[in-house]
């Protein structure tokens, strides 16, 4: 079984700052990708920035130039630096990995979500 842990997110302005944090642990052979999803109530989650085991990052069209996803020092960790916040970007943000488990099986994971609100 494999966990994800959020940290980060919270409140803060218009133009401000965020960093977001994920972790994964359990029985993990490899990571073939880790990225974070934002929803907001109502909506679908929508894919916001995407690593990959290739190296190759993707990014949503409205984050571009604005956010950045890194592979964190620790292993199995991901971060996202969320730069020239805007109201729109306020939503609950989820963290999500997909790979294979010690013994060869596939598996696609979700954290439990943190909430971002950037006020106007």
């Known amino acids: 079984q494999v966990q994800l842990v959020e940290s980060g997110g919270g409140l803060v302005q218009a133009g401000g700052s965020l960093t977001l944090s994920c972790a994964a642990s359990g029985s993990i052979s490899r990571i073939n990708a880790m990225g974070w999803y934002r929803q907001v109530p109502g909506n679908e989650r929508d894919l916001v920035a995407r690593f990959t085991s290739g190296g190759r990052k993707w990014y949503a069209d409205s984050v571009k130039g604005r956010f950045t996803i890194s592979i964190g020092n620790a292993k199995n960790t991901v971060t996202l630096q969320m730069n020239s916040l805007k109201p729109e970007d306020t939503a609950v943000y989820y963290c999500?990995?997909?790979?294979?488990?010690?013994?060869?099986?596939?598996?696609?994971?979700w954290g439990q979500g943190t909430q971002v609100t950037v006020s106007s």
């Open positions: 999500n990995t997909e790979g294979l488990t010690a013994t060869q099986l596939t598996f696609l994971a």
